[in-house]
């Protein structure tokens, strides 16, 4: 039996959050992959992980946990001294990566998640239509957003500070996706500080061996 599972879906952002954490801190894993489309995730045996009924869970020894930032979290302290230090080099900066993960969780995410969805799932998977109003008040919200990591990036090459961190990990699945959306992505790369950030982030080892691997 691995030490260590995570259970999820190769095109779900949260479970490829949680791998790039593994695989920034070069850990060993097994992938088992939990089939949405056919329920798996609202079925046992996967419930009994994740009572929300949503990916990804992970397994280390006898302790189970979901939520992938929680994960990430879990697996950042838990091998601190290992490879990429993600969570700050003093109390100072650790507080920030915390900051820094709540800007993202309830900031950066809820606009970014539903750009996503208009534009990648809706028509995708639902075949939907975009809805263009929802599309262009996300797009002002995400801008604003933004707009503060430009000032924030103009200070330090991330967003705690001179080291990559939790706070830049957690970005990585959403932008990666909406980085395929012209219109979406000019979000980004017409803000200076924060395209270079995007570049930077998007290009890190550990994260081009997840969308290699996954074919995310």
């Not at 239509?129 to 957003?145: S, Y």
């Not at 200070?155 to 970005?171: E, N, Q, R, T, W």
Request: overall charge neutral; aromatic content about 12%.
């Amino acid at each position: 039996m691995a030490e260590r599972k995570v259970y999820g879906a190769s095109f779900s952002r949260a479970t490829m959050r949680a791998v790039a954490c593994l695989y920034e801190k070069d850990l060993d894993f097994e992938f088992v992959q939990v089939d949405m489309r056919a329920g798996a995730h609202k079925q046992e045996p996967f419930i009994s992980l994740n009572p929300f009924g949503q990916v990804p869970a992970y397994q280390e020894g006898d302790a189970t946990f979901f939520e992938s930032r929680a994960i990430s979290k879990f697996i950042a302290y838990k091998y601190m001294d290992r490879c990429t230090q993600l969570l700050g080099k003093s109390p100072e900066e650790s507080a920030q990566v915390g900051v820094w993960t709540e800007v993202e969780a309830h900031q950066f995410d809820p606009p970014a998640s539903m750009l996503l969805f208009e534009c990648h799932f809706k028509p995708m998977f639902m075949g939907t239509p975009t809805d263009e109003a929802v599309v262009a008040e996300n797009e002002a919200k995400l801008g604003k957003v933004l707009d503060v990591y430009e000032a924030r990036l103009g200070k330090s090459k991330y967003l705690v500070g001179p080291d990559f961190s939790l706070a830049d990990l957690h970005h990585l699945p959403v932008i990666h996706v909406l980085l395929k959306f012209p219109r979406v992505a000019t979000l980004f790369t017409s803000r200076k500080h924060v395209n270079a950030w995007v570049k930077d982030i998007t290009s890190r080892p550990a994260w081009c061996k997840v969308v290699q691997t996954y074919n995310f």
